[in-house]
C-alpha cells in the first residue's frame, strides 16, 4: 500500500493549457504539501495544508491552485501552463504541521510543457 | 533566517569503502530537528535519519549515522560500508518551531563497482 501516491506520474502537455495532480496520503497524517523540484534538484516547497486550511502559501504563481477536499487529499491545477512549470512536483504529508516531524513524500509528477 | 549548507555538489567514492557528506546550518533556535534525505535515480525522497538537537547521541541507522557538532552547527552523514545502491541524491534539511523545513541543495553520491 503506497502511503503517499500521486496521479499522473508523467505528463507531457502543451504551453496554455490546465492540468492537475492528484495526491492522497493514507497515513492518517493532517498536514500535506507541495514541493516542486527544477531541473538543479532544488526544492522548493510551494504549498501546505493542515487539516484541509491552508497554512503555507509560498510565492507561487496565481496559475497554481490547490484544493484540499479533504485532510487525505490535496490536489494541484495548474492554469496557462509555461514551459518554466516543467519540473518534478511531489506531494506530501506528516503527522502535523510542528517541527520535527518525518515528511513522507509521493513518487512525484513529472510535468513537462511544451 | 535560517540556512542550510551542502558544500558537496558531488561525490563519488568505490563500493565498500565509506562516505561522508558534509551539512552545516545557521540558526539561533536552540530546539530543532535535522534530517537527512535521500533521492535514487527513481525520484522518490525517503528519509535516511532525524536527529533531535536537544538529544546529545548522534542518530544511527543501520549503515548511515550521523555526527551532529551543535556548537559547531554541522550535521554529517556518514554511510558506512557503501553499496551500490546508495547513488542518490542527498538532501540536508532543518526544522524549527515555527519555521517551514529548509532544505540543502543536494549532494550527488555516485557509488562505483
Known amino acids: 500500500d503506497t502511503a503517499v501516491s500521486q496521479t499522473p506520474k508523467y505528463l507531457v502537455t502543451q504551453m496554455g493549457n490546465d492540468k492537475s495532480i492528484k495526491c492522497e496520503q493514507n497515513?492518517?497524517?493532517?498536514?500535506m504539501y507541495w514541493y516542486k523540484q527544477d531541473s538543479k534538484k532544488f526544492l522548493k516547497i510551494m504549498f501546505s495544508?493542515?487539516?484541509?486550511?491552508?497554512?503555507i502559501n509560498e510565492t507561487v504563481p496565481n496559475r497554481f491552485s490547490p484544493k484540499s477536499p479533504d485532510k487525505a487529499h490535496l490536489n494541484l491545477h495548474i492554469n496557462s501552463l509555461e514551459l518554466g512549470d516543467s519540473a518534478v512536483y511531489f506531494c506530501?504529508?506528516?503527522?502535523?504541521?510542528?517541527?520535527?516531524?518525518?515528511?513522507?513524500f509521493g513518487e512525484g509528477s513529472w510535468l513537462t510543457v511544451v | 533566517a535560517q540556512t542550510v549548507t551542502q558544500s558537496q555538489p558531488e561525490m563519488s567514492v568505490q563500493e565498500a569503502e565509506t562516505v561522508t557528506l558534509s551539512c552545516t546550518y545557521d540558526?539561533?533556535?536552540?530546539?530543532?530537528?535535522l534530517f537527512w534525505y535521500k533521492q535514487p535515480p527513481s525520484r522518490q525522497m525517503i528519509l535516511v535519519i532525524r536527529q533531535e538537537a536537544y538529544k546529545q547521541q548522534n542518530a544511527t541507522e543501520n549503515r548511515f549515522s550521523v555526527n551532529f557538532q551543535k556548537a559547531a552547527k554541522s550535521f554529517s552523514l556518514k554511510i558506512s560500508d557503501s553499496q551500490l545502491g546508495d547513488t542518490a541524491m542527498y538532501f540536508c534539511?532543518?526544522?524549527?518551531?515555527?519555521?517551514?523545513?529548509?532544505w540543502g541543495a543536494g549532494t550527488k553520491l555516485i557509488i562505483k563497482p
Open positions: 497515513l492518517g497524517h493532517d498536514t
Open positions: 495544508y493542515n487539516n484541509k486550511e491552508l497554512i
Open positions: 506530501a504529508s506528516s503527522q502535523d504541521w510542528y517541527s520535527g516531524n518525518t515528511i513522507y
Open positions: 540558526t539561533s533556535e536552540s530546539n530543532y530537528y
Open positions: 534539511a532543518f526544522s524549527a518551531l515555527g519555521y517551514q523545513l529548509i
